[in-house]
């Protein structure tokens, strides 16, 4: 890893403007999300990698003209340069968060545009635009910007993916200031700056509406579908082991899609797909194939392919095992049905850097059990071993079967105009959990919805859940520094 001068020399030359993001975009009628500008009083890293350090600053715009915030860059601090230091925590202000954007735009009023939904492989189409100095949170959530403007009401902005907030604080001239805690978290509603559209399948046997409340997601973002909300709520099943006991939960402020029939809306056709960058699926207690005909499936795969991204647990592996595509089901070898009582101690995979990363911000947030491992209960087994360049992330240690999982999209890589793949290159990604979220729902959401404390099993699904939000890269690599457009 990089640590000394040079790094920086580097960075300068291969710097990262654009956020590690959703793809692709598609005009939908929520509308365009500029992100308002907050103000805060302050009291008083380079893009990540796999080790949770913070090597340096990239610079970015220089003072043209006496104009933007690069005009206000004292040059004359010698050693001792204007410097911002802080942690950017999640909409909740309770966890920080790793691998986020934090920068100073020259001109905050000219941010560029975040457009909800996707239909293009474009891996990290969300620039950060023109900006003086930038970084990225380390393992900790922390960072570290240095070279930055002296004056007041200094734009700070926080971005990863679609996610974007933006803050003002006052800087001191030559001096470091620590930007307070719960200042820089990433917004819980459209008022405080942009959000991913996603979409979310309730199920019986999972609580997934109530968890991205815990996110710190406000309940008016819990809308109908296309009812103008960041958080689309969509009716399945609760059929345990494919047994009727009636439905998932609906949406207590309007009326859920229905998706409790073959003729659900959410995935009837690729384009319906592409009003959302991500799409969030709750165990149904069963596979509920009724509901998912294969051409649901196929709709499902080609949108993955084109940039879309899915957050899918335990019996909806059946949109990868039964697949009608054969690249979906050669991703892992797949037990299919499993109950989901499993409970103990689990390990954290980190043969990878991110695995790695996972494991150090669990243990910085106070989640990991005695020799590192996390205890985790209503663990499913759906998944024994994953096929390469499937990542595994958490597992049983006694059996080695995958308990979380991830994999680019397309499949192997992205295909070249002359057929070849290019691999580590892709344009969304899918991700399975065995791990269940706080347990059976108890009633419509958001109103059924308690505020309680999230468990580490809900700690680690909140880390997996942002990861899955930034730029689609090759996750057995640290995210990469990705070089200016020309």
Sequence with gaps: M?????????????????VFGGCGSKTNNVGDDAGEVFSSSSSGGS???????????????????????????????????????????????????????????????ALPTITPGTNSCNTCDVSLGDYVVATTTDATGSFTLTGVPTGKAVPVVVQIGKWR???????????????????????GNKSEGSLPQMALLTGGLD??????????????????PHGGGRLDVYQGLNTPFDVPLGNGPGLSSGTAGNCTKASCPLWASKPNLEYYDIVLLACEGGEANQTKPAAGKQAMHDWLNEGGKVFATHFH???????PAAD??????????????GMGQFAIDTSFPKGQTLHDWLSGIGALSGGGTIALNGVATSVSAVKAPTNRWVYDSASSDTKYLSFGT???????????????????????????AGGAPSGDIPAACTDATMTPQEEALEFLFFDLSACVQDDSQPPQIIPPPK
């Design 207 to 224: 609580n997934l509406g109530c968890f991205m409340k815990k996110l710190g997601i406000d309940t008016k973002e819990y809308s109908s």
């Design 47 to 109: 893009f990540g990698d796999d080790s949770g350090t913070t090597p340096g600053t990239t610079p970015g715009a220089t003072c043209v003209n006496g104009m933007g915030w690069a005009c206000s860059v004292n040059k004359a601090c010698g050693s001792s340069p204007t410097t911002l230091t802080g942690k950017v925590y999640d909409p909740a202000s309770k966890n920080p968060l790793y691998n986020v954007a934090v920068f100073i735009p020259n001109d905050a009023s």
């Design 317 to 323: 592996y059946t949109w990868f095992k039964n697949s």
């Design 165 to 187: 907030r933006v803050v003002s604080v006052d800087t001191a001239d030559c001096q470091t200031t620590a930007i307070s805690k719960g200042t820089l978290r990433l917004p």
């Design 328 to 341: 979906f089901k050669g991703v892992a070898t797949w037990l299919g049905s499993s109950a989901g009582s």
């Design 410 to 436: 397309p499949v192997g890589g992205i295909s070249g105009s002359a057929g070849e793949t290019t691999n580590g290159k892709y344009c969304g990604k899918a991700v399975f959990s065995d791990l269940h």
């Design 2 to 18: 990089l640590r000394d001068e040079a790094f920086g020399l580097v960075a300068a030359v291969f710097l990262a403007v654009v």
